[in-house]
């Protein structure tokens, strides 16, 4: 009998934002170290806050799909 793969689970829409406002800090605090500006610094905290959020999210569904995954399988 063969089974037939599981869709690839979909990305939450917080992970997407969380990621795009990192690179858009990042951006801005490059924008920034180049104009000879200390505004740079927050910026650069900010994205590493950002980047936290989505790494915490995206690995939190993926934790929640395989567990799906599991509980289907032992039912089965």
């Known amino acids: ?4 793969p599981s869709p690839a689970p979909r ?3 917080v992970v997407v934002l969380a990621a795009a406002v990192a690179v858009l800090a ?4 490059v924008i920034a170290f180049m104009d ?4 740079g610094i927050p910026f650069v905290l900010l994205a590493a806050v950002d ?4 790494w915490f999210y995206l690995h939190r569904a993926r934790r929640a799909a395989s567990a799906s995954d599991r509980s289907a399988e032992t039912a089965a």
Request: hydrophobic share 55%; no cysteine; net charge positive.
């Open 1 to 4: 009998m063969t089974s037939t």
């Open 36 to 39: 000879g500006s200390w505004l």
């Open 11 to 13: 990305v939450p829409r």
């Open 26 to 29: 990042i951006v801005a605090a």
């Open 51 to 54: 980047g936290n959020i989505a």
